[in-house]
């Protein structure tokens, strides 16, 4: 089993957020906290499926609105905090997908040493407008 992930049939919370890659360029979705990339091609469609936690508050990492998600923006990449127990990415026939799917080649370099930098970094690996540190 990979992290986030239980038995469908013991989710009592689930949300689901599709993307689309409506543009005619690679972009890269983030999904955090657990800092995975998953790249899509031109057209392509991706569900990300996350588990609410048990109790009175499913969704945990965002005490505020409650929501399954936070969405963020950049020029090539989205990023998609999962603010439940877990979560796992699909493709638009239900598979299930692992980190890295599509990945461009050379990948994008290392993230920088520093306090809690969540990298987003398009195809071409511009660092300069597209980190952003949190801390």
Known sequence: MQRGWRDMA???????LSITNCSSA?????????????WLKPDEMI???AAG?????????????????????YP????????????????????RLEC?????????????PGPAVHRLTGPGGNLDSQDTAIG
């Open 10 to 16: 013991t989710v009592e919370h689930e949300a689901r």
């Open 26 to 38: 690679l972009l890269e979705v983030a999904l955090e906290p657990w800092g995975e990339d998953y």
């Open 47 to 49: 569900t990300v499926i």
């Open 53 to 73: 936690a048990d109790g009175p508050l499913v969704w945990p990492g965002n005490t505020t609105t409650h929501a399954p998600f936070d969405v963020q923006y």
């Open 76 to 95: 090539d990449a989205i990023a998609v905090y999962c603010n439940g127990a877990g979560a796992w990415v699909a493709d638009s026939d239900g598979n």
């Open 100 to 112: 890295g799917h599509q990945r461009p080649d050379p990948s994008p370099p290392p993230p920088k």
